[in-house]
């Protein structure tokens, strides 16, 4: 089954501290994997995505095939951090694109 | 923001009513999507549709059914509404529907089905 699990619905950390938010998937083939983000009141967004390999407001997030997983991370996070981070994925070239996402994490950074 | 509007913002409607959300383009993206978000299941695909007269189902499909009569409009329909639908509905478009295509999302509409 096609799946995306994000185990923490919420992770609360310090200014300043190292953050990492877990994602892991199971497909049957060669996903493409993404974080998007939804800070307060706004749209869902594209954080980053790993077929392009970009680190975007200090995020980074490293694909392990071997464990299926898609974590994100930061070394120092920052207040304005705080938001709904969401993983997902998508098949190959004849799936139209359709994501699917994981049940989302939210981030609270604390002064 | 991508040129992607939603329209009705909110909507508070009755259980057994028909309901209709739409979905605006300006950006010509040739594939739009309709999701649902809800707590503890993140956002799921109901349909999309990859050209004008051209859809087809997603992971919660019933009880919805959607229409593209030209590129920049995307309806999404609630033929009865029930409580199970109350959401947050958001659409997304993108280019070529490619793995490495970005997806951007509208403001998103809040139904609420009494």
């Known amino acids: 089954a096609q799946r995306v699990t994000q185990p923490e619905k919420l992770l609360s950390v310090f200014k300043g501290a190292p953050v990492e938010l877990k994602c892991n998937y199971s497909?049957?083939?060669?996903?493409?994997l993404f974080w998007y983000v939804q800070y307060s009141r706004q749209r869902l967004q594209l954080l980053l995505r790993?077929?392009s390999r970009e680190s975007i407001k200090g995020f980074t997030a490293d694909l392990n095939k071997g464990e299926t997983s898609f974590h994100l991370k930061k070394p120092f996070a920052q207040e304005e951090d705080s938001a709904m981070y969401y993983c997902?994925?998508?098949?190959?070239?004849?799936?139209?694109?359709?994501?699917?996402f994981g049940q989302g994490t939210e981030l609270s950074v604390k002064p | 923001d991508a040129g992607i509007t939603q329209s009705p913002r909110h909507k508070v409607t009755e259980t057994g009513t028909p309901v209709t959300l739409r979905c605006h383009q300006t950006?010509?993206?040739?594939?739009m999507y309709w999701y649902r978000q809800d707590p503890g299941h993140g956002l799921r695909l109901i349909h999309y549709s990859y050209g004008v007269k051209d859809t087809d189902k997603g992971e919660v499909s019933d009880g919805y059914s959607v229409s593209r009569s030209k590129t920049e409009d995307f309806l999404l329909t609630l033929e009865s509404a029930t409580s199970s639908q109350t959401s947050v509905y958001f659409c997304?478009?993108?280019?070529?529907?490619?793995?490495?295509?970005?997806?951007?999302f509208g403001p998103g509409t809040r139904l609420t089905v009494l």
């Open positions: 997902a994925l998508t098949g190959g070239y004849n799936q139209g694109g359709k994501l699917i």
């Open positions: 790993h077929i």
């Open positions: 997304a478009i993108s280019r070529q529907g490619t793995p490495g295509d970005t997806q951007y």
């Open positions: 950006e010509n993206h040739r594939y």
């Open positions: 497909y049957s083939g060669s996903p493409e």
